[in-house]
């Protein structure tokens, strides 16, 4: 159910990481986190991004 496309080819760990490097974005922005917590943000949410695009293997 992850790895099933269903927004535009994207599935729902990729929305979910491009959803955390947001809030990590917007955490920072406001100055509601520190710089260790953001980096630790956008590692996750890249990780979870790329681990959303090669867990759905090919489109073909």
């Not at 496309?5 to 406001?30: E, K, P, Q, W, Y």
């Amino acid at each position: 159910m992850l790895t099933k496309d269903i927004v535009f080819g994207m599935n729902v760990l990729s929305l979910a990481g491009f959803l955390v490097m947001g809030l990590s974005l917007t955490l920072h922005r406001t100055g509601n986190a520190g710089i260790p917590l953001s980096i630790g943000l956008m590692c996750a949410g890249t990780a979870l991004l790329f681990f959303g695009l090669f867990s759905a293997g090919s489109s073909n």
